[in-house]
C-alpha cells in the first residue's frame, strides 16, 4: 500500500514538473525601431495546430497604426506549400484572402492585383515578419514612435481546415477560398495605458472576420465558433 502510495506521489510530481517544464520560444521583432517594446505572451490551447498570426498597434478609436508582426507566409506572399503540380506540393505566391483578412484590410495597401493581401512585390515591411511560432512563445514587438496615452493592440489568428458543424466543408461549395480558412479567423483585443507600466492586459476575442476574406468586416457573434475559440488558452500583453 505504501508503494503504491509513493509511485502515485511521484507520477504526480513528474506531471507536474513536466507541466511547469513547458517553455515559452521567445521571439523579437522592430528590433530595428525606436520606440516602445510590447511583449505578447501566447500560452497555446487544445486545439492549436500551427495557426497564422497578425498582430497590430491601432489608436484608442481603432485606427490602424501599424504590423508588430505578421506571419511570414502572409506578410511575403509567398506559401513553402502553395500550389499543387506534379502531384507534389511546391512552394511559391500564392494569395490567401481568407487567412487574416481583417488586418489584411485594416493595413489598407492594395497590391497589384487589387486585394489587401501583401504579394511578393508588395510585401510587408522588413522586420516585423517571422516563421508561424509552432507552441507557447513570447513576442517581443517595438513601435516606431514612442508610445503615450492609451492605445489597442490587435491579434488576428486563422488556423485552416478546422471544420465544425456549422462552418462545415460543403456550406459554401462554390468558394474556394472558404475552403482554406473553414472557422473564420479570429480576432483579439487588449486596450492598454502606457500610464499604466508595468501591467499585464488579457486579451478578449471580440469577433470573426469574414468567412473567405472577401472584405475587412468584423462580427462580433462567435456562437458558431467552437475549437477556433481554444487554438490559445490565453494570450497577455505587458506593457513596460
Same mark, same amino acid.
Given at each position: 500500500?505504501?508503494?503504491?502510495?509513493?509511485?502515485?506521489?511521484?507520477?504526480?510530481?513528474?506531471?507536474?514538473?513536466?507541466?511547469?517544464?513547458?517553455?515559452?520560444?521567445?521571439?523579437?521583432?522592430?528590433?530595428?525601431?525606436?520606440?516602445?517594446?510590447?511583449?505578447?505572451?501566447?500560452?497555446?490551447?487544445?486545439?492549436?495546430?500551427?495557426?497564422?498570426?497578425?498582430?497590430?498597434?491601432?489608436?484608442?478609436? $481603432?485606427?490602424?497604426?501599424?504590423?508588430?508582426?505578421?506571419?511570414?507566409?502572409?506578410?511575403?506572399?509567398?506559401?513553402?506549400?502553395?500550389?499543387?503540380?506534379?502531384?507534389?506540393?511546391?512552394?511559391?505566391?500564392?494569395?490567401?484572402?481568407?487567412?487574416?483578412?481583417?488586418?489584411?484590410?485594416?493595413? $489598407?495597401?492594395?497590391?497589384?492585383? $487589387?486585394?489587401?493581401?501583401?504579394?511578393?512585390?508588395?510585401?510587408?515591411?522588413?522586420?516585423? *515578419?517571422?516563421?508561424?511560432?509552432?507552441?507557447?512563445?513570447?513576442?517581443?514587438?517595438?513601435?516606431?514612435?514612442?508610445?503615450?496615452?492609451?492605445?489597442?493592440?490587435?491579434?488576428?489568428?486563422?488556423?485552416?481546415?478546422?471544420?465544425?458543424?456549422?462552418?462545415?466543408?460543403?456550406?459554401?461549395?462554390?468558394?474556394?477560398?472558404?475552403?482554406?480558412?473553414?472557422?473564420?479567423?479570429?480576432?483579439?483585443?487588449?486596450?492598454?495605458?502606457?500610464?499604466?507600466?508595468?501591467?499585464?492586459?488579457?486579451?478578449?476575442?471580440?469577433?470573426?472576420?469574414?468567412?473567405?476574406?472577401?472584405?475587412?468586416?468584423?462580427?462580433?457573434?462567435?456562437?458558431?465558433? *467552437?475549437?477556433?475559440?481554444?487554438?490559445?488558452?490565453?494570450? *497577455?500583453?505587458?506593457?513596460?
Amino acid at each position: 500500500m505504501i508503494s503504491v502510495m509513493l509511485f502515485s506521489v511521484v507520477l504526480s510530481l513528474g506531471a507536474s514538473a513536466k507541466k511547469k517544464a513547458e517553455t515559452f520560444d521567445v521571439y523579437e521583432y522592430g528590433t530595428q525601431r525606436q520606440g516602445t517594446t510590447l511583449t505578447v505572451t501566447f500560452e497555446k490551447g487544445r486545439f492549436h495546430n500551427h495557426p497564422l498570426f497578425a498582430v497590430w498597434l491601432a489608436d484608442e478609436q $481603432g485606427q490602424f497604426i501599424e504590423t508588430l508582426y505578421v506571419s511570414e507566409s502572409i506578410g511575403k506572399g509567398v506559401f513553402p506549400r502553395a500550389d499543387r503540380k506534379k502531384g507534389a506540393w511546391m512552394a511559391g505566391p500564392i494569395q490567401r484572402p481568407a487567412a487574416l483578412p481583417y488586418w489584411a484590410h485594416q493595413r $489598407g495597401i492594395i497590391n497589384e492585383f $487589387g486585394t489587401y493581401n501583401p504579394t511578393p512585390a508588395k510585401p510587408e515591411v522588413d522586420g516585423v *515578419t517571422g516563421a508561424t511560432p509552432g507552441s507557447h512563445f513570447v513576442m517581443r514587438l517595438t513601435t516606431t514612435q514612442p508610445l503615450k496615452g492609451r492605445y489597442r493592440l490587435m491579434l488576428e489568428l486563422n488556423q485552416s481546415w478546422d471544420w465544425n458543424e456549422f462552418w462545415y466543408n460543403d456550406k459554401f461549395p462554390n468558394d474556394a477560398e472558404y475552403k482554406t480558412s473553414s472557422q473564420p479567423a479570429l480576432v483579439y483585443q487588449v486596450v492598454f495605458d502606457t500610464a499604466c507600466p508595468d501591467k499585464t492586459y488579457a486579451f478578449k476575442p471580440v469577433g470573426h472576420s469574414h468567412y473567405a476574406g472577401k472584405d475587412g468586416s468584423l462580427t462580433p457573434d462567435l456562437s458558431t465558433l *467552437t475549437t477556433a475559440l481554444r487554438i490559445a488558452k490565453s494570450i *497577455t500583453l505587458q506593457v513596460p
